[in-house]
């Protein structure tokens, strides 16, 4: 058990739908970062927040947004969704920003858009 | 950004062999990490490099990093069932871009 926790573990939706994905990071860690992995695109760096501020930002579409909130969990929104944003959407939080301490990974939000 | 290009794509051994995975980037980094993702989960830390290092040791694992030619090495001895999986190496200061990593499959 990393001590990141994702939810929902998996979630179906309609085309055009919104939907939310929240993380909990580990006890002290206050950088959270989302990953978007599909099959034929990798681990794709989404966005990363540090202590609530957003610190980097990566392939992130316009439609997705996400926060950081003050007691440190964070929402990853997806909106007007598409069969193409199908994927495992996951979280990961570290001590510190960036490269320079490992990240500890959930288990993942499996969304399906239908 | 900085991103890390893991060689060979896929790799399967015999139990109980050495199994090496390369990683190659692109400009300066001053930390670089390995991974391992076990199918449909989330990813595990192995091992943090720091630039200045050449080596690195955990375990069976093995790390080196040649900073003159941009690459890392992963080397798993003594490979079991259990380290059937998918590698990665990471780098990045601000954020943490990981390569499309290599999978591994341990022969019985």
């Known amino acids: 058990d990393s001590g990141v926790t994702q939810t929902p573990k998996h979630l179906i939706t309609a085309t055009g739908q919104r939907v939310t994905l929240r993380c909990s990071p580990r006890?002290?860690?206050?950088?959270v970062y989302w990953y978007q992995q599909s099959l034929d695109q990798g681990l794709q760096f989404l966005i990363q927040?540090?202590?609530?501020?957003?610190?980097a930002k990566g392939n992130i579409l316009e439609r997705f947004s996400a926060q950081q909130f003050p007691d440190l969990h964070s929402e990853l929104n997806l909106s007007s969704l598409e069969l193409g944003d199908s994927a495992l959407y996951f979280c990961a939080s570290s001590v510190e920003a960036g490269g320079y301490t490992e990240a500890f990974f959930g288990q993942g939000t499996r969304l399906t858009v239908v | 950004s900085q991103q890390g290009e893991e060689d060979p794509q896929a790799l399967s051994i015999q139990e109980g062999e050495n199994a090496t995975m390369n990683c190659s980037y692109k400009?300066?980094?001053?930390?670089l990490q390995w991974y391992r993702q076990n199918s449909g989960r989330g990813l595990v830390h192995l091992i943090l490099i720091r630039s200045n290092e050449r080596e690195k040791h955990s375990g069976r694992l093995r790390v080196t990093l040649d900073t003159s030619k941009k690459s890392s090495s992963l080397l798993i001895t003594a490979s079991r069932a259990a380290d059937t999986a998918s590698y990665f190496c990471a780098t990045g200061d601000d954020k943490i871009i990981f390569g499309k990593g290599t999978r591994l499959h341990i022969l019985p």
């Open positions: 400009t300066s980094i001053n930390n």
């Open positions: 006890s002290g860690d206050l950088s």
């Open positions: 927040y540090y202590n609530g501020e957003e610190r």
